[in-house]
Antibody
Framework: EVQLVESGGGLVQPGGSLRLSCAAS????????MTWVRQAPGKGLEWVANINQDGRERNYGDSVKGRFIISRDNAKIYLHMSSLRAEDTAVYYCARAGIWDSDDWGHGTLVTVSS | DVQMTQSPSAMSTSVGDRVTITCRASQVIFNALAWFQQKPGKVPKRLINGASSLQEYVPSRFSGSGSGTEFTLTISSLQPEDFGSYFC?????????FGQGTKLEI
């Protein structure tokens, strides 16, 4: 059974940094693109970033470009978030592959940016 | 970036209704469009990709159509379990972009 488990969310002050992690089981993560998607409370979905199998290709949404970095190692994918703003408050989901081609999402981790 | 304009933003519906949700892309995205359903507190569930390819677990009352810039998701006869929010996603061009969502209230 495929499982994705996000961690690292929490309360952070504006301007601060946070690193999210996503651990996978039930499949070989290194074979797949991986994606982060977020959802602000009561709002819609926002595609955040993805990374290819060897980590050399990374793509970002406009609202996070230059502030967030997606990375991976053999076991996990990460989202390094810096210069955080109130509007980054959201549940962050990791997902296998491109999301349009996979049904596997984690349950999300909540990031709250507030003073 | 490709802007996805989804309409309506909300609908009050009844069981048995035929429901159509539309997504319009700001540029041609061919058939690189997916539809997701999300229920409150739950993870989004993929319904359709390639604009019209229904995932195997999705009831046949759901269908998708369109190509280029205009896309529709149709539910032929709404069931009580279909309440929730629906989102389109274009994956033709980075950054991928979602529509704003449609909330179905039954």
């Amino acid at each position: 059974e495929v499982q994705l488990v996000e961690s690292g969310g929490g309360l952070v002050q504006p301007g601060g940094s946070l690193r999210l992690s996503c651990a996978a089981s039930g499949f070989t993560m290194s074979w797949y693109w991986m994606t982060w998607v977020r959802q602000a409370p009561g709002k819609g979905l926002e595609w955040v970033a993805n990374i290819n199998q060897d980590g050399r290709e990374r793509n970002y949404g406009d609202s996070v470009k230059g502030r967030f970095i997606i990375s991976r190692d053999n076991a996990k994918i990460y989202l390094h978030m810096s210069s955080l703003r109130a509007e980054d408050t959201a549940v962050y989901y990791c997902a296998r592959a491109g999301i349009w081609d996979s049904d596997d999402w984690g349950h999300g981790t909540l990031v709250t940016v507030s003073s | 970036d490709v802007q996805m304009t989804q309409s309506p933003s909300a609908m009050s519906t009844s069981v048995g209704d035929r429901v159509t949700i539309t997504c319009r892309a700001s540029q041609v995205i061919f058939n690189a469009l997916a539809w997701f359903q999300q229920k409150p507190g739950k993870v989004p569930k993929r319904l359709i990709n390639g604009a019209s390819s229904l995932q195997e677990y999705v009831p046949s009352r759901f269908s998708g159509s369109g190509s280029g810039t205009e896309f529709t998701l149709t539910i032929s006869s709404l069931q009580p379990e279909d309440f929730g929010s629906y989102f389109c996603l274009q994956y033709n061009v980075y950054p991928y972009t979602f529509g704003q969502g449609t909330k179905l209230e039954i």
